[in-house]
């Protein structure tokens, strides 16, 4: 079936889009690589971090379904973390199969300077555009996420609400 010569025109952006999201990406991922070589974590576990301090104590199933892993994998993360003395768990009393999860002093104190060489690696590159591109830009992923959101996808929500923590939004 041969394609429209419309349909082609509006697919060589989005094709276009895809390769320049697949680029940004991996360079991002590599350059955070060097950020912690020392931390050994996983970005799984930096991303159960980052929910935990953005959003404050979370049930282990809610972190399991809105990162779209198994509760065992939630399990095999905060093992580790916990154990690094970066977390804690806690029971509730009213049902024991409940598990609360939240940062210690020292994971509050990690994860915060991830952050914080996060956007100091984001800054120089991100320098080349305007503040009124840059608004244009977080616009635009706040409308692809929630567009992920209607649709059953996982959405990334927990990532971008700081509904518990104001200190996370008034980082710049």
Known sequence: MRMSRALREKEQPLIELLNQIDGFFYCFRQAIKNIEPDMHLAEGQILLLYVLWKNGPYKATEISNELCVTSG????????????????????????????????????????????????????????????????????????????????????????????????????
């Open 73 to 172: 994998a939630v399990t095999g993360m905060t093992d580790k973390l916990f154990g690094m003395g970066l977390l804690n768990r806690e029971r509730s009393d009213i049902d024991r199969r409940v598990v609360m999860l939240s940062l210690t002093d020292k994971g509050m104190e990690l994860i915060r300077g991830v952050h914080q060489r996060r956007l100091e690696l984001l800054k120089e590159p991100l320098q080349i555009l305007e503040a009124t591109e840059l608004v244009q830009l977080s616009d635009m992923f706040r409308k692809l996420n929630a567009y992920f959101a209607q649709s059953g996808m996982p959405s990334g929500k927990m990532m971008n609400e700081s509904k518990h923590n104001p200190e996370v939004t008034n980082q710049l």
